[in-house]
T-cell receptor
Framework: GAGVSQTPSNKVTEKGKYVELRCDPI?????LYWYRQSLGQGPEFLIY????????DSGLPNDRFFAVRPEGSVSTLKIQRTERGDSAVYLC??????????FGPGTRLTVL | GEDVEQSLFLSVREGDSSVINCTYT??????LYWYKQEPGAGLQLLTY?????DMKQDQRLTVLLNKKDKHLSLRIADTQTGDSAIYFC???????????FGKGTMLLVSP
């Protein structure tokens, strides 16, 4: 498929564990975004990459959250010492330059 | 208060028109978007409007923008049961690349 893909689709982990969430953007899209969607809420911005570098990480809630995009394509969102409050759907989007953002299906993270 | 506000729920009958409303607070919005989210799925882009436009029509969808009142609406003509979903309004501010979303409006279409 030509859309944004995210893996895994569901992740269940225990409090205190480390998790990695992966995003494969649309081929050729230079910009990649991570958002978090809690139950009953709209998506909230976490971090934005233009190429390999994080252009804006002001939405990351604390230093347990980190994201990389080493080759300017695939991105990994990393969460250390997970807490129950981290449970949410993590959405990835990509765009060509600063154009329209296209979203993936999301990863549902549940922290027990 | 919230940057982008939407009513939470709308119920219509199949074949009627649906109008979903959104208000925003920042006058520097450049683009305004409507996304659709079905249960367990990601966000599907429906349409968008540039801030210097008043209206945009795309098949069954009509977007109206009132910049003076900072009000955006999405009209769906001949609503179908397959249109049942949550609809999100989002704004993109001048100088920023990220989107600010409302909490979403759940549209329920009954036969």
């Amino acid at each position: 498929g030509a859309g944004v893909s995210q893996t895994p689709s569901n992740k269940v982990t225990e409090k205190g564990k480390y998790v990695e969430l992966r995003c494969d953007p649309i081929s050729g899209h230079t910009a990649l975004y991570w958002y978090r969607q809690s139950l009953g809420q709209g998506p909230e911005f976490l971090i934005y990459f233009q190429g390999t570098g994080a252009a804006d990480d002001s939405g990351l809630p604390n230093d347990r959250f980190f994201a990389v995009r080493p080759e300017g394509s695939v991105s990994t969102l990393k969460i250390q010492r997970t807490e129950r409050g981290d449970s949410a759907v993590y959405l990835c989007a990509s765009s060509l330059g600063e154009g329209t953002q296209y979203f993936g299906p999301g990863t549902r993270l549940t922290v027990l | 208060g919230e940057d982008v506000e939407q009513s939470l729920f709308l119920s219509v009958r199949e074949g009627d028109s649906s109008v979903i409303n959104c208000t925003y607070t920042d006058s520097s919005s450049t683009y305004l978007y409507w996304y659709k989210q079905e249960p367990g799925a990601g966000l599907q882009l429906l349409t968008y409007i540039f801030s210097n436009m008043d209206m945009k029509q795309d098949q069954r969808l009509t977007v109206l923008l009132n910049k003076k009142d900072k009000h955006l609406s999405l009209r769906i003509a001949d609503t179908q049961t397959g249109d049942s979903a949550i609809y999100f309004c989002a704004e993109k501010l001048s100088g920023y690349s990220t989107l600010t979303f409302g909490k979403g409006t759940m549209l329920l279409v009954s036969p």
